[in-house]
């Protein structure tokens, strides 16, 4: 083999073996005990390299006497968005970095009022509201020192809101969820964003 060929060869092994590949998410839909996995979930969440398993698309018993769904996906978004059908939805992307670069997770919410929650939303309620704007108000009991548990009867007393209005909703802007730095996120919802 000549020496061109070989450095050739080389190169062609060195350069693809640079390729990222797409990471892989892992999926998980979270149903009301009183629904089947084939109706609108409470919440999906994608977690970037999460344990995908052989489970994937069935329907199973959580903790908390619902049910839950999981799926794998390079696309995380869509994959989202085909949970939740028809179904007016809220995805709020967290990321580890103050420009929006770095995914760690992203959890969707079904547009409601009623106090919804669960095993997907690791035991933390919400209620939601999507007229231009996206707001969450998530609830959780204030007693307790260190590590929060949620408030299943959403509590007016017991509220964090998490909101972005139209503009922001619609320039997918990256925004801060506090002064001390941290995580930010970008909303991207429903009916209005599938038509767009």
Same mark, same amino acid.
Request: charged fraction near 15%; proline fraction near 2%; charge should be negative.
């Given at each position: 083999?000549?020496?061109? #060929?070989?450095?050739? %060869?080389?190169?062609?092994? %060195?350069?693809?073996?640079?390729?990222?590949?797409?990471?892989?998410?892992?999926?998980?839909?979270?149903?009301? &005990?009183?629904?089947?996995?084939? $109706? &609108?979930?409470?919440?999906?969440?994608?977690?970037?390299?999460? +344990?995908?398993?052989?489970?994937? !698309?069935?329907?199973?018993? &959580? *903790?908390? +006497? !619902?049910?839950?769904?999981?799926?794998? *996906?390079?696309?995380?978004?869509?994959?989202?968005?085909?949970?939740?059908?028809?179904?007016?939805?809220?995805?709020?992307?967290?990321?580890?970095?103050?420009?929006? *670069?770095?995914?760690?997770?992203?959890?969707?919410?079904? =547009?409601?009022?009623?106090? $919804? !929650?669960?095993? =997907?939303?690791n035991q933390f309620y919400y209620k939601s509201a999507l007229n231009g704007s996206a707001v969450i108000e998530y609830f959780a009991l204030t007693e307790y020192v260190g590590?929060?548990? !949620?408030? #299943?009867?959403?509590?007016?007393?017991?509220?964090?809101?998490? &909101?972005?209005?139209?503009?922001? =909703?619609? #320039?997918?802007?990256?925004?801060?969820? $506090?002064?001390?730095?941290?995580?930010?996120?970008?909303?991207?919802?429903?009916?209005?964003?599938? *038509? +767009?």
């Open positions: 083999m000549s020496c061109l #060929a070989l450095f050739l %060869l080389v190169l062609v092994e %060195l350069c693809s073996s640079r390729v990222d590949a797409a990471p892989t998410y892992e999926i998980k839909a979270g149903y009301n &005990s009183s629904e089947e996995c084939g $109706s &609108s979930p409470y919440a999906v969440t994608a977690i970037v390299n999460g +344990g995908c398993s052989e489970d994937a !698309g069935i329907c199973l018993n &959580s *903790s908390d +006497g !619902g049910f839950y769904s999981t799926n794998c *996906s390079a696309n995380y978004l869509q994959t989202m968005r085909d949970f939740f059908g028809t179904s007016q939805y809220i995805i709020q992307e967290m990321y580890s970095d103050a420009s929006c *670069s770095t995914l760690e997770y992203a959890i969707g919410f079904l =547009v409601t009022t009623n106090c $919804s !929650g669960g095993v =997907v939303t590590v929060q548990e !949620g408030d #299943a009867t959403c509590a007016p007393g017991n509220t964090t809101l998490a &909101s972005a209005d139209k503009e922001q =909703v619609e #320039a997918h802007t990256c925004l801060p969820i $506090s002064s001390s730095g941290g995580t930010s996120d970008i909303f991207n919802y429903g009916e209005e964003e599938k *038509s +767009g």
